[in-house]
Each structure stands twice: as C-alpha cells, then as structure tokens.
C-alpha cells in the first residue's frame, strides 16, 4: 500500500521540495503507543520511508514525538472534541527540519496536523507541508471547528 501511495504524485509533489536541497524533510506523525503496538507498524512511517526512497527527501522518523496516550479520532464526533483530543499531543524530538513535510494517513478534520504543526514551528521549523495519503469526508465534521 504504501508503494501505491507513493507512487501516485510523488513526483509533482517533490519538484519544488527538490530545490529545497538538505532543509526539506518528511516528518510522519508518530502513531500512539497503544496503537503502535497493536499494529506491530506505524503506517505513516512505511509511507514516509517509501517517499524517502522515491524522492530522496530523508525521513526524520524521531522529529515528532507523542507524549502520551489520546483517544482515537475516529472516535470522536466533532473537530472541537478532535481538536482538544490532541492539545499537547506531541514534542519535538531531534532534528526538525527547516521545511517540514508532515506527514499523516488519512486528514479528516485537520486538528492533528494543526497540533503538530504547532509543535514543529515552535521548534524551529521554518515552513511546515501537510502531506496526506487520503482526506475523509464525514457529514458530521465537515466545516464545524
């Protein structure tokens, strides 16, 4: 899957992140604990590594850091609860980059990536790129903030 992923746009995608040289860097958003071990995998890393190795952009696995347990936000119904959920969500760990292309599986609300976003800009990174694999669209969230 994520090959296919991958695979479709990489290329467009990474034009202008090429001419970016070493400051670009694919930064996923870390799976929670619980999650992670329930997976056995981050999806989000497998995505970054292939682009990585598609694009040449290097992958900081550890820029991004969850600090502690939240919810699912497939369990909440509403971007204000989804927005809370992940407050204080995540920290900085090593090496942001400059430009940080952040990536994430599925964007439904945003609240995650505007979460860590914030934490990334609050750690140095100059410009931060939301770069996600799918976009739901659910009734009950579209719009309410």
């Given at each position: ?53 598609r ?62 976003a ?19 669209v ?8």
């Open positions: 899957m994520a090959e296919l992923i991958a695979a479709e746009g990489s290329q467009e995608l990474f034009l202008d992140v090429s001419r970016a040289g070493s400051c670009a860097g694919l930064v996923p958003i870390p799976s929670q604990p619980q999650r992670l071990k329930e997976r056995g995998f981050n999806p989000v890393i497998e995505i970054g590594a292939e682009l990585a190795a694009t040449g952009v290097p992958l900081h696995r550890r820029a991004l850091l969850a600090t502690g347990i939240v919810r699912p936000q497939s369990e909440l119904n509403s971007a204000k609860s989804r927005s809370e959920n992940v407050r204080g969500a995540f920290r900085a760990g090593a090496c942001v980059p400059p430009i940080a292309l952040l990536l994430d599986d599925v964007l439904t609300t945003g609240a995650t990536l505007r979460e860590a914030s934490t990334l800009k609050a750690a140095g990174a100059e410009r931060v790129v939301a770069v996600c694999a799918a976009r739901a659910t009734a009950d969230l579209r719009g309410e903030r």
